[in-house]
C-alpha cells in the first residue's frame, strides 16, 4: 500500500523568510510519480510539480525547488523568500509508475500542511 | 480559460435526502476523478474514469453512493441516501490520460455538501 506522510500539519513564517515543507512517502513499486499540489483558500487544487522515481536531480523554479531523496523516501519543498499569496494548504502525492498495470493516474495524498505566511 | 466547473458549489440537506453533484470536465480529457476532502481524512480517492468507464470505485461506500459518466462532458457522483458523515468537500478533476500522463490534474473549486 502507498502512503504519504506530511508531519507538518501548520506552519507559520514571517514574509521572506524561506520555508520548508517536508514529504515522506511509502511504495513498494519500483517506479513511481511524486507530486506537489498547492491549495489556495479558493479551494480548488493546483498542480506545482512532477517528480519520477527514476530522475533525483533536484529542481527549482522561480522560488520553488523541490529535494528528492531515495535513500530517505522524501520529496520535500521549499519556498525562498516566503510571500503572502503563498499562503495555502500543501500537499504532497504519490502514483505508481506507468507500468503499473493502468493504475498510475491514482494519486494518494498526504494530509497536507497548512502555511501561512504573515507580512 | 479551460476549467473544471462543479455544480452546486454548496449545499445543505437533511439526512436521508439524495445527493447530485455533477462535474464538467476539461474538454478533452479523458480521465475524471472524484476526491472528498474532510479534516479528518483529508483527500480521499473515490472513484475515477478513463474513457466514460470506471477504472476503480473502491474508495467509494457502495451502498449509497454512485458514480457515472453519461457522456464526455459530464461525471456525476450521488449519495442516497446522504447522511450526516459525508460532510465534506467533493472535489471532482480531470486530466489527460496517457502513458505519458504529466500527473497535472485539474481540479474544480469542488462541492461543499452539508448535511443535517
Known amino acids: 500500500a502507498q502512503k504519504v506522510t506530511q508531519a507538518q500539519t501548520e506552519i507559520s513564517v514571517v514574509e521572506k523568510e524561506d520555508v520548508t515543507l517536508d514529504c515522506v512517502y511509502e511504495?513498494?513499486?519500483?517506479?513511481?510519480?511524486l507530486f506537489w499540489y498547492k491549495q489556495p483558500p479558493s479551494g480548488e487544487l493546483v498542480f506545482l510539480i512532477r517528480r519520477n522515481s527514476f530522475d533525483e536531480q533536484n529542481e527549482i523554479s522561480g522560488r520553488y525547488s523541490w529535494n528528492f531523496q531515495k535513500s530517505t523516501s522524501s520529496f520535500n519543498f521549499t519556498i525562498t523568500a516566503s510571500q503572502v499569496v503563498d499562503s495555502a494548504v500543501y500537499f504532497c502525492a504519490l502514483s505508481e509508475g506507468p507500468y503499473s498495470g493502468g493504475s498510475n493516474y491514482k494519486l494518494t495524498f498526504g494530509k497536507g500542511t497548512l502555511l501561512t505566511v504573515n507580512p | 480559460d479551460a476549467r473544471v466547473t462543479q455544480t452546486p458549489r454548496h449545499k445543505v440537506t437533511e439526512m436521508g435526502q439524495e445527493v447530485t453533484m455533477r462535474c464538467q470536465p476539461i474538454?478533452?480529457?479523458?480521465?475524471v476523478f472524484w476526491y472528498r476532502q474532510t479534516m479528518m481524512q483529508g483527500l480521499e480517492l473515490l472513484a475515477y474514469f478513463r474513457n466514460r468507464a470506471p477504472l476503480d470505485d473502491s474508495g467509494m461506500p457502495k451502498d449509497r453512493f454512485s458514480a457515472e459518466m453519461p457522456d464526455a462532458t459530464l461525471a456525476t457522483l450521488k449519495i442516497q441516501p446522504s447522511e450526516p458523515r459525508d460532510s465534506a468537500v467533493y472535489f471532482c478533476?480531470?486530466?489527460?490520460?496517457?502513458?505519458?500522463?504529466?500527473?497535472?490534474?485539474?481540479f474544480g473549486e469542488g462541492s461543499r455538501l452539508t448535511v443535517l
Open positions: 478533476a480531470s486530466g489527460h490520460g496517457s502513458i505519458w500522463w504529466t500527473g497535472e490534474l485539474f
Open positions: 511504495t513498494r513499486d519500483t517506479t513511481y510519480y
Open positions: 474538454l478533452g480529457h479523458n480521465t
